[in-house]
């Protein structure tokens, strides 16, 4: 009896290999082996929602092994990943091949270790028809959306531009915030300090309960505290608990390793993925704060045997978590007694992290001592004054998660009207500051809180929003661009429902429903698809947005002096002549000059003059080929000039001003020939479009990303990049650019 075992990756298939005995043969799809193609309308057959799956690429091969290796085996197990994601892959395989009469079960295990796979082997069961349905409605959903409001957004404001379901919610909580902070307008207080010494000659620190607004008031409290003795108000001790925090879920993790390990969420999510798959922690993707029984007693043992007995404290986590047959565990160690594991000082980071929340979780409360001192002058005809200490009385659960701990603030010791010695008192002007822009982990704590998105789908929706270029991290903060300000106000304007908070949130929550069988996928889809289609219908009589409102009109046209009008461009807000076409004249959003085109040199291999010009798309080299388009001075149609021109954009870490003629002609060596695809033949070639460096091979895009150089990757290299699972959530690409 010979059975197969397929899982998604090849790292999992090995760590699963090293527990089974000789009767089993395991294998890896690595990663999806169908999807939506990309011809968005032949994609999905509205009629009944029905979507039309594709062979992905590179998996013909991978599909064909699969059948092969069950033709010799009695048994075929699906043991891919334990959500509805893993569920999907699972049916994907079911449909794809070929697996005769032979039975095809599916074992679910949220850890890779001996006794999790062996106890899955013992329960096979068939595929979950609603898990792959909520699955597949999530696919078909967003496609839907995002192919609909992409189109729109193209046509109305910029070509190029993307929206989505979820993507789009999270852009405009960050837009939000940011015309908060344009909005806000900072108040005028005072803080007062006051230095002091006790009678032992100790230093005292205090600070004024009241941050006083007018100046007047902050100038007598510091007359009266000069002036007038000071003295020990009261002194206040009291004892605080602090608890340890649930067990990491993944929106939890994707917040502490950004807070202390500086990690973005999806660098969190691959290296959670490398432990998991490796059998060190559980499945990564929960939002269930349970650990199981089993587990807390192995837990329990570990923190008995390292930091003593009477540190033990058994504590069940109750889990928001409203999907019962999807209960994850909370993601933990697999083996608690393991201190240290991972391969990568990164996947250490991770795993130390892990480790110290899950012992932690399980240990008794740290014990603080908060000391409150108010002073305040004889008279106390001005406010208390005062200083805050804390000391840690017992360690708990910090033995643990020492990083968790804090400073103490040792305080001197002083008793009630105690005299207390003036050294100096003084108040220092500040304003109120504006809201802060979200960091990574504060979107995804938000993200979390509104109800939009699942612990699957976090990372890529922030990795998206930074892809499109519609945010950019400062100090590791995200702040919307340009781009990102316009498209999403695009959308609040026109579809202001289909981006809101509760609408996304009831979304996620009916996907829910299908998962547990409660709601169909056909009425659900078309109860949401009927009015969105109707919607973005009548949006189609929209204008066009060619403007984002009137310049500054102080600001005239460089050309003609005419009015001057804001517009979008490639990089960002720009000034543009009102009477365009008729006059291209424009400026920078700060009303500076358009850098202007600027002849480089002359081409040693076709004797054409290059010229640096700046674009819509930003800045290009260009070459022209043929004389005749050059004294022509009439507008000719993109494609003929195409034909004539050759063009390459400038890469963004290259300053426009600063490119030589060298690097020109290397710009201009694109695009690329790399080879002939080994098996069908085309041509594959590498080019740098509108989103960046990118390979494509008979209609199939990818983007490069570093270290791959789009100037010297070969065809080996781009030949293992086309066999790669295409990312999932990505918008695909227009096959004319
Ligand atoms: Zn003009």
Not at 476 to 499: A, M, Q, W
Request: charged letters at 30%.
């Amino acid at each position: 009896m010979t059975k197969l075992l397929i899982v998604e990756s090849p790292a999992k298939a090995k760590t699963i290999g090293k527990y089974l005995g000789s009767e089993y043969k395991v294998v890896a799809s690595v990663g999806h082996v169908r999807d939506l193609p990309k011809s968005n309308k032949k994609a999905i057959n509205l009629d009944g929602f029905v979507p039309h799956y594709e062979v992905s690429a590179g998996k013909e091969k991978i599909l064909h092994e699969i059948g092969k290796l069950a033709k010799k085996s009695d048994e075929v197990l699906l043991a891919t990943d334990p959500d509805r994601e893993g569920e999907a892959i699972a049916w994907h395989i079911k449909e794809a091949v070929d697996f005769g009469r032979k039975p095809v079960q599916r074992v679910v295990f949220h850890e890779i270790t001996k006794d999790a796979v062996m106890e899955a082997l013992e329960h096979p069961r068939d595929i979950d028809e609603n898990l792959r349905r909520a699955q597949e409605a999530r696919r078909v959903l967003d496609r839907l959306v995002g192919y609909d409001l992409s189109g729109i957004i193209w046509k109305k404001v910029r070509y190029g531009l993307s929206a989505g379901r979820v993507q789009s919610p999270a852009l405009r909580i960050l837009v939000e915030r940011e015309r908060e902070i344009k909005a806000f307008k900072p108040e005028r207080y005072f803080t007062i300090t006051a230095e002091t010494k006790t009678s032992k000659k100790a230093e005292l620190p205090l600070v004024c309960s009241v941050e006083p607004a007018v100046e007047r008031e902050a100038e007598r409290i510091v007359v009266v505290g000069k002036r007038e003795p000071w003295n020990v108000v009261s002194v206040e001790e009291t004892e605080a608990r602090r608890s340890p925090r649930a067990p990491f879920t993944t929106s939890t993790l994707q917040q502490t390793a950004s807070t202390r390990l500086g990690f973005s969420p999806s660098r969190t999510m691959r290296v959670a993925q490398k432990l998991y798959e490796a059998g060190l922690i559980t499945y990564m993707r929960t939002d269930s704060t349970t650990i199981s029984k089993q587990a807390i007693g192995q837990i329990a043992g570990a923190i008995e045997k390292t930091f003593g007995r009477e540190l033990v404290l058994v504590r069940v986590f109750t889990t928001k978590s409203k999907n019962a047959q999807e209960a994850h565990e909370a993601i933990r160690p697999t083996n608690v007694f393991t201190r240290i594991a991972g391969h990568t000082p990164e996947e250490k980071k991770l795993y130390s992290l892990i480790w110290a929340r899950t012992t932690a979780s399980q240990m008794k409360d740290a014990r603080v001592m908060r000391t409150k001192i108010l002073a305040n002058t004889t008279s106390r005809s001005i406010p208390d004054f005062q200083a805050n200490g804390s000391r840690t009385i017992f360690q708990g659960w910090l033995e643990a998660d020492p990083d968790a701990r804090g400073e103490d603030v040792e305080l001197p010791k002083v008793a009630q009207d105690d005299k207390l010695e003036l050294i100096n008192i003084s108040a220092l002007e500040k304003f109120t500051e504006p809201p802060s822009r979200y960091s990574e982990a504060g979107l995804v704590r938000e993200l979390e809180k509104r109800g939009i998105g699942r612990p699957s789908t976090y990372a890529s929706i922030i990795k998206t929003l930074e892809d499109r270029e519609y945010v950019t991290k400062e100090n590791r903060n995200l702040r919307p661009t340009d781009t990102g300000e316009v498209v999403s106000g695009f959308l609040e304007d026109n579809f202001g429902k289909y981006i809101s908070d509760t609408f996304t949130a009831e979304m996620e929550d009916k996907l829910d429903y299908i998962a547990e069988g409660k709601i169909g996928y056909e009425k659900t889809l078309s109860d949401f698809y009927k009015p969105f289609g109707r919607d973005v219908k009548s949006k189609e009589k929209l204008a066009k947005a060619t403007t984002l409102g009137s310049a500054d009109p102080k600001m005239k046209c460089p050309k003609c002096n005419g009015v001057m009008i804001i517009k979008l461009g490639r990089s960002g807000k720009f000034l543009s002549c009102s009477k365009y076409p008729d006059c291209d004249g424009s400026l920078l959003i700060d009303g500076t000059e358009t850098p202007k085109d600027k002849i480089i040199g002359i081409h040693p291999n076709t004797g054409r003059e290059i010229t640096l010009k700046n674009g819509k798309y930003g800045p290009y080299v260009e070459m022209v080929m043929s004389e005749e388009i050059k004294n022509e001075e009439t507008k000719k149609s993109k494609k003929s000039k195409k034909q004539k021109l050759r063009r390459a954009s400038v890469p963004k870490e290259i300053k426009p001003e600063e490119v030589t003629l060298d690097q020109a002609v290397h710009f201009l060596s694109l695009p690329r020939e790399l080879g002939q695809h080994p098996e069908t033949g085309k041509i594959i070639s590498g080019n740098i479009g509108r989103f960046g460096p990118y390979i494509v091979h008979d209609g199939d895009f990818r983007s490069l990303k570093k270290p791959d150089d789009v100037y010297s990757i070969d065809l080996n290299r781009a030949m293992e990049i086309l066999k790669e699972p295409k990312k999932k959530r990505s918008f695909t690409r227009r096959k004319k650019e």
